[in-house]
């Protein structure tokens, strides 16, 4: 079963530092998301990604994230100048134009700001 | 606003017997999906079923089933013949047709099953 890949799975950075978290979506898929989780707290939508531009973006995400699909198949989150409130599980996940069975999510890369 | 509410924080079963969990959902659009995830305590979110909002019928997948009541807004998860192994965080999420196609998730309840 096609799978999305996120590396790495876990990451622990100076606050301050950039980070780039890495996503290969699953190949023929067309929609592109990155969710962030709180430890303990919901999944929160950040941006998702379409025909190579940002479609829709939450408040959460402004000026210190960005996104690239710098090739065919991988799909980064790039976050600048990292708080630590940035600490959480961040999900990439993958989805078919009306897919019925919502999104494939990734195994999550968990991100501690330090 | 709010869209998708999950009230139970915390639910207790026993080993065998069924569960519901229950989730509430609030949208203006005809089109929409809805959808439970498991979460276990190694962090991976697993899809579990979906229910379009023009289904007449409930969705089922196995030992899940989606008691969908769309007059209500509800959207509630049964798991029946509960196994340990469905100890984790269930949330139920909504896909509004359109746009970016994003899920928005309830704050999730954690499911404990006991021996």
């Known amino acids: 079963e096609p799978e999305v890949t996120q590396t790495p799975s876990h990451q622990v950075t100076q606050m301050g530092q950039e980070v780039i978290l890495r996503c290969v979506p699953i190949?023929?898929?067309?929609?592109f998301y990155w969710y962030r989780q709180i430890l303990g707290q919901k999944v929160e939508f950040l941006v998702s990604?379409?025909?190579?531009?940002?479609?829709?973006k939450s408040e959460i995400f402004d000026d210190q994230f960005s996104v690239e699909r710098p090739d065919g198949s991988n799909f980064t989150l790039k976050i600048r100048s990292t708080k630590l409130e940035d600490s959480a599980m961040y999900f990439c996940?993958?989805?078919?134009?009306?897919?019925?069975?919502?999104?494939?999510f990734g195994s999550g890369t968990r991100l501690t700001v330090v | 606003a709010q869209k998708i509410t999950q009230t139970q924080p915390g639910m207790f079963v026993q080993e065998k017997e069924a569960v519901t969990l229950d989730c509430t959902y609030d949208t203006s659009d005809q089109s929409y999906g809805l959808f439970w995830y498991k979460q276990p305590s190694s962090g991976e979110m697993i899809f579990l079923i979906y229910q379009g909002s023009y289904d007449e019928q409930n969705a089922t997948e196995g030992r899940y089933s989606l008691n969908f009541q769309k007059a209500r807004k509800s959207a509630n998860l049964v798991i029946s013949a509960s196994q340990l192994g469905d100890s984790a965080m269930y949330f139920c999420?909504?896909?509004?047709?359109?746009?970016?196609?994003?899920?928005?998730f309830g704050k999730g309840t954690k499911l404990t099953v006991n021996p």
């Open positions: 990604f379409y025909n190579n531009e940002i479609s829709e």
């Open positions: 999420a909504m896909r509004e047709r359109g746009g970016s196609e994003k899920l928005v």
């Open positions: 996940a993958s989805s078919d134009e009306g897919s019925n069975y919502g999104y494939t």
């Open positions: 190949s023929n898929h067309l929609y």
